[in-house]
């Protein structure tokens, strides 16, 4: 039995005739006549009786009719309610977000979907814990979108950038218009607009300016205005305010950079890509439609993040997990210029606290960091094998001297997971001479005692320069233990010359009476890298990831902040003159370094073959290296950030 036959049966009741059923079902006479034998065979009774051209119901036909016709009422009420369910369900849209995305883009994300879709359709918001969690939903529910700060590059999932909003000062007097950008510093202390009290704007501009150790409280003549009318106050009687602009629409008023707040804060829209040669949905119209994204100060503050558990209602028991306290040991050289913006400038600008925030808040442990400053690398390398760190910034002689010891190659050994800066000219140390010795040339130093800080690039630096003119094995090194904050210097008194990399062979030569050697050469080239704990890594990569997203973004801050030379001079103490010797514009070929992260593999092996000496005695003759190059974490920091391979 089937319900076609029911159906024809109950059409013939109803007309009286089987060619009336069959025009009524839109089916041949001849097929109505064959359900219903059809319907007569399988009850095993006949339903219609045909006598004289005429038909009639039988007594079994009649119960038939009243009981099936209550089956077919049943059959359509239950097509109709899952056809409604069907209508409903496509009307329904779900944004998957995390609690840091702001309130007014999740309105105005609805907006566009209801503008484009129409106003009967219905929209959810769902708070995830990561942007995984929402690329997870994405990838099963085809009637979602997501907004994440991160651009995805999932096979699946489709992302589209809607907003490119940075913190701007807006202005209308001529006295700005010869500026490109102008310091945080400067505002300080004039009359200037912020936004209004209590808003998001106001959060975020708060959340910016505090790893510069500002308050709002720091803008002394300081008023309080919503975004919209700052623009309108500023066009009609002039001043100044600080705002979120965003960076693709035009603006009623003039707007310049603010230096320190350059990092710009993108938006993206994701959604599932559907399977290739499927034609074009409602998900595909709402994805492409313009958006006028329009930041609104006005709208509630960011929701705090709700933890999976109190997502979800449950009637059982919940068993609290109490967090860890971990704590990210990382070792880091304040005044070693060639690695300040992957080390110091990080820690002043909070950037890795922020990254790691969100590692806290989306898992069971709780991490803090600690920066432990150091001068040179040997304590660094001694701190990764006993577990003492767990990230450290070295340079090449260092990483070299890792690659070719086996002492290294082991769980706990270091391992290379980015290049910090480089210099393709050479090494920018120096070897210095006592003022007090008339000749000043490299073979005056046979037979002498030359200190430097072991393991440094100066030291790379230096047992090149002495293999290079046959003088390795007749001079005598010792260490100068740069640690000692009182007198790092005092047991290089007696000797002969110092080796030393910047800014400290500055200080020496002013301040201990030695003079530059004048026919030193330098290496071909050098480099500084991030080294990683072994162990660590494999056990914390989202750390590690994390640790090196903030490197991007404080080279993007050092390459897009005018004043960025200046704020490390403050932070480092180091006098900007040698630091925009180091970083700044190139005019000579030695001594200028570059940051920049991918990791030249080739380097190291002619480093390390070439160049690399591993004592004053013995050139190494190592010919295999340890495995120390590890890039797939920084692949996956750029990933996270949307950013494509060097």
Known sequence: ?????????????????????????????????????????HLKT??????????????????????????????????????NQEKQNKLNYTIYHESDVSMSALKQVILHIESTLGEEITTHTFQCNSEQEIIDLLKKD????????????????????????????????????????IDLCELLSKRVFLPELHSESLHLLETRIRPFGLDITD???????????????????????IKLCNTKVPSNCKRIRVN??????????????????EQPNSNDLVFSADLNYQFEDNYPPILPRLSKASQKQSNSPITVKHSENKVLKIGIQNRTIQTVVSGRAIQKLGLLDSFIAEISDSSQNQFSTKWIDYKSAAPMLKGLKESELDIAIIGDYAISHMATNQSYNDENGPILISFVSINPYGSGSSLLIRKDIKETELKNLKNNIIAVPFLSTAHGSLLYNLNQNNILSSARLINISLENQKTPFDNSMDAGAVACFTPFDHIISAEHHYQKVEDEVSTPFAFYGVV???????????????????????????????SSIQHLSRWTGVDMFHINYILGERHGKDGHYQPDMKIREDWIEE?????????????????????????????????????TKF
């Not at 000062?169 to 010869?178: K, T």
């Not at 990683?532 to 902040?561: E, G, H």
């Open 532 to 562: 990683a704990r072994r162990q660590f890594a494999v056990q914390q990569p989202d750390i590690v990831i994390a640790f090196l997203k903030s490197m991007l973004c404080s080279n993007y801050w050092f390459k897009n902040t005018t």
């Open 219 to 241: 803008f002394t003549k300081r008023s309080h205005v919503s975004e919209k009318l700052m623009e309108e106050l500023i066009r009609d009687a002039g001043g100044i305010g």
């Open 607 to 643: 480093y390390t073959e070439k160049i690399f000496i591993e004592n004053q005695r013995n050139k190494s003759t190592v010919s295999k290296r340890s495995s120390i190059v590890q890039t797939e974490y920084l692949d996956s920091a750029m990933r996270d950030l949307g950013m």
């Open 1 to 41: 039995m089937d319900l076609s036959q029911i159906k024809a049966f109950l059409a013939v009741s109803e007309f009286g005739s089987f060619t009336k059923a069959a025009k009524f079902l839109h089916l041949s006479q001849p097929s109505i006549s064959l359900k219903v034998i059809a319907l007569e065979k």
């Open 260 to 277: 320190e707040l350059s990092t710009p804060y993108g938006l993206f829209l994701l959604a599932h890509k559907g399977k290739q040669g």
């Open 142 to 181: 085809t009637n979602a979108f997501g907004l994440s700060r991160y651009k995805t590059d999932s096979n699946e999932i489709k992302s589209r950038l809607i907003t490119d909003e940075e913190f701007m000062l807006v202005y209308s007097d001529d006295d700005l218009s010869n500026k490109e950008s």
């Open 46 to 83: 006949t339903l219609i009786h045909r006598e004289n051209n005429k038909i009639h119901l039988s007594e079994s036909g009649r119960y038939a009719q009243e009981k099936l016709e209550h089956v077919v009422k049943q059959i359509e009420e239950l097509e109709h309610y899952f056809d």
